[in-house]
């Protein structure tokens, strides 16, 4: 079975600063992986997703996020917050379909950006 | 806009009640998957169909039901509801059936007193 941990359940920033949002999946298989970003009161949208090649994957507001399947992990990054990027985080794995596995997204417990000015 | 549409956004019932949520996915979308948000539990997996039927299943309670009409819109049916099902309840949708890249609407919300 596959599953996510975010090892930080808030992670506090002053604007300007950069940051790092901790994912670790594990799986079996080859994975798909995904950061989801929800606004307070709004749905889950997606920030960038790994399918395949290139590890380091570039999503929108400046985030981007390494792939990196000896250490098992997909940690989100940014180099310049802002206020506005105050929000909640989700790291979610999914499995190919044609892999046999779960290709339903488990998603992690969240991550809460609180970026101070 | 995800173009993922979830009715009603608010919904506040009581013990005992039914309620139904309703979820009109994004054009040209055949999968649909539902979510419940809760603060204990985190975002789980409930159910998805795809193209009208039921594909995969996750932590849905008996007293929760779903369906999806040939028109491609989902209802979630709550029934014989308790304080501990009040929660956020998501709607996805994505084009294909593997999960790949699915996007949210903006929830219902339920609370049960």
């Known amino acids: 079975a596959q599953s996510v941990t975010q090892l930080d359940s808030q992670v506090p920033v002053f604007e300007e600063a950069p940051v790092e949002l901790r994912c670790n999946y594990s799986s079996s298989v080859s994975v798909y992986l995904f950061w989801y970003v929800q606004y307070p009161n709004q749905g889950l949208q997606l920030l960038l997703k790994?399918?395949?090649?290139?590890?380091l994957v570039k999503g929108i507001n400046g985030f981007e996020a390494e792939f990196n399947k000896s250490q098992t992990s997909f940690h989100l990054r940014k180099p310049s917050v802002h206020i506005s990027d105050t929000a909640e985080y989700f790291c979610?794995?999914?499995?190919?379909?044609?892999?046999?596995?779960?290709?339903?997204?488990?998603f992690g417990r969240g991550t809460s950006l609180i970026v101070h000015p | 806009d995800s173009g993922v549409t979830q009715t009603p956004k608010h919904l506040i019932t009581a013990t005992g009640q039914r309620v139904t949520l309703r979820c009109s996915p994004r054009s040209g979308d055949l999968s649909v998957y539902w979510y419940q948000q809760s603060l204990d539990q985190g975002l789980q997996f409930l159910i998805q169909?795809?193209?009208?039927?039921?594909?995969a299943k996750g932590n849905i309670l008996e007293r929760f039901s779903a369906q999806q009409f040939p028109d491609l819109h989902s209802e979630l049916n709550l029934s014989s509801l308790e304080l501990g099902d009040s929660a956020l309840y998501f709607c996805?949708?994505?084009?294909?059936?593997?999960?790949?890249?699915?996007?949210f609407g903006e929830g219902s919300w339920l609370t049960v007193v």
């Open positions: 996805a949708s994505s084009p294909g059936d593997s999960g790949n890249t699915i996007y």
């Open positions: 169909y795809y193209n009208g039927e039921e594909r």
């Open positions: 790994y399918l395949s090649g290139s590890t």
């Open positions: 979610a794995v999914t499995q190919p379909l044609q892999s046999g596995g779960s290709y339903i997204p488990t």
